[in-house]
Each structure stands twice: as C-alpha cells, then as structure tokens.
C-alpha cells in the first residue's frame, strides 16, 4: 500500500450541479455522457462565461474515470446563434485584459481540451445552425440536423478567423474550400456539409440525440483499451494542426483584435449574422 493514495477523480453529482448554468448532463450506467450546452433552459448564448465553461467541462469530463464517451450538442433550435445581450461586458471594459484571457487562452483551451484531454471517443451533435461549430466537427464522430448551416463569420464582421475554426476548415474542407469558407463567410448546408466531409450523417432533429446514442452503442460494444486507444489514432491529424497552427491562428486574429480597440462580439454583429444565415445566402456578396 502506497504511503498517499490517489487524488480522488471529479464526482460527476458534483459537476454536473456545477455545470448546470451552462450544460445539462446526463450519464447512463455504462458511462456514455450527454452533455446538453444552453443558456436559462434554451438554446446557447455566447458569452465570456459561457466560452470559458466549454473547455472547464471538456477538462472535467476528461478527468473523470467512470466516463466512457461524450455526445456534445445543444439546445432547441439553434447550435450557437445568439449573443448573451451583456456576455461580453467585461471585454468592453478591460479589452487588453479578455483579449488574452477570455479570446486567445480560452479559445485555445476548448478546442485543444476537446483534442487532448478527452480520451474517450466523442460525438457531436449539431442540432442546427451555429457558430464555433468546431466544438461539434472537431469530435470523432458528427452528426447534424437536416436544417444546421455551419459557417464562419469572422471576416465578415471584420475580424481575422484565426481562432480554431479556421483549423477545423483547412484540414475537413482542403485548402481552397477552406480559404472560400472563411473569406467569404459561406453558409454550408447540411446536405453540402455531408458532401464535403465536415459531418457524418444528416438526421431529422427529432431523431438526433436517439441516433448519437445508437452511435455510442456500437462504439461501446468494443473493451475499454480499444476504444480509448483508438481514439488517439484517429486525433491525430487534429493533434498535428493544433500544433502546427492554432497558436499561430489566435495570435494573428488578437493582433488585429487588439489593434481595432474594438470589441467583436456584440449584438449588432450577432444580429447581423442570425440574419445572413437565417436569409439562407451562402455568400456575403449574394
């Protein structure tokens, strides 16, 4: 018997109450996790708060033994469409300080948290269109709705779209679909989606979740080695390209982030993206 046991691993009683202003999360017996992103019970409004909380539950999530795998989604119509109407005070008021520790450490800890720390296969759940909608293509396995559009907005709001997306796009779409979608804002559909390789299947929205559980069952049906195991195999391109660009992409974008003065996430840019997408235009110049 060892002299100092173990550092006792996260309860999940424990953080699912702690994440529960952000995440609704579910476990089933055999370990499969359900984690639900939304904002007071409907669909998820992006914020410094909530930003943060995704790469803090990817983090948990990881460090919790008895979990066997992760379906990420969200809720209601939507993926990501909104901004909390006072989400991004903070940043409006210290600037240099959030650019730092909500955009660039942040943003870097989710999509490398998603990557490194969870070494149990994932699955994410796109229940409709959405921005950050790397949380969901970067899982192993993806799923979407047959209404979710998934784009990059950044350019269009006259922001550099350096801050993980734009590695989500390079490696799924190539390098010439990749620069298309992010100079020019393209509002993939989910038939297009499918096309390209960004998801795996279209699903009607009702049968979403109940699809995601009948990809769990089968991933689950191997031993617990093999399914950890293989997973580090089929990150490993996202292993690379977080690497060999991530940190390269956040920095160029709070460069030009910082040299505006200016914040990016406010509600008439939010508002003036939930109506290109809703509009259904697939480019800014349409």
């Known amino acids: 018997m060892s002299l100092a046991g173990f550092v006792p691993s996260p309860e999940f009683d424990d953080y699912k ?5 952000h995440f609704r999360l579910t476990r089933r017996e055999d370990g499969v996790v359900l984690a639900e992103a939304h904002t007071n019970g ?40 909104a901004v909390d109407p006072t989400g991004f005070k903070l940043e409006e008021e210290d600037l240099a300080y959030w650019a730092y520790e909500y955009a660039y450490k942040d ?37 979407c709705s047959e209404d979710a559009i998934i784009f990059d907005a950044h350019y269009n709001i006259s922001s550099v779209p350096g801050d993980g997306i734009h590695s989500c796009f390079l490696e799924l779409l190539g390098v010439k679909r990749g620069a298309y979608a992010l100079l020019t804002g393209q509002a ?3 038939k297009t989606a499918l096309d390209y390789g960004l998801v795996n299947e279209v699903v009607p929205r009702d049968k979403l979740i109940e699809r995601a559980f009948k990809l769990a069952d089968h991933i689950m049906t ?28 956040f920095g160029i974008q709070m460069f030009g982030h910082l040299a505006k003065k200016k914040a990016i996430h406010t ?20």
């Open 17 to 21: 109450e702690r994440f529960k202003a």
């Open 42 to 81: 409907g669909p998820f409004q992006l914020s410094v708060e909530s930003h943060k909380s995704f790469g803090q539950l990817f983090q948990t999530i990881g460090a919790d033994t008895k979990n066997e795998l992760l379906i990420l989604t969200g809720t209601g119509p939507d993926f990501m469409m």
């Open 107 to 143: 943003g870097r800890i989710n999509v490398s948290s998603l990557i490194n720390d969870l070494e149990i296969p994932t699955i994410g759940v796109m229940n409709g269109p959405g921005f950050h909608s790397e949380l969901c293509l970067m899982c192993d396995v993806t799923i």
């Open 188 to 190: 993939i559909d989910a």
């Open 222 to 249: 191997q031993p617990r080695t093999t399914r950890r195991l293989t997973t580090q195999i089929v990150r490993r391109p996202w292993k690379q390209r977080i690497v060999n660009d991530l940190d390269g992409g």
């Open 267 to 286: 509600q008439e840019n939010a508002g003036a993206v939930l109506r290109y997408v809703r509009e259904g235009k697939r480019n800014s110049f349409d």
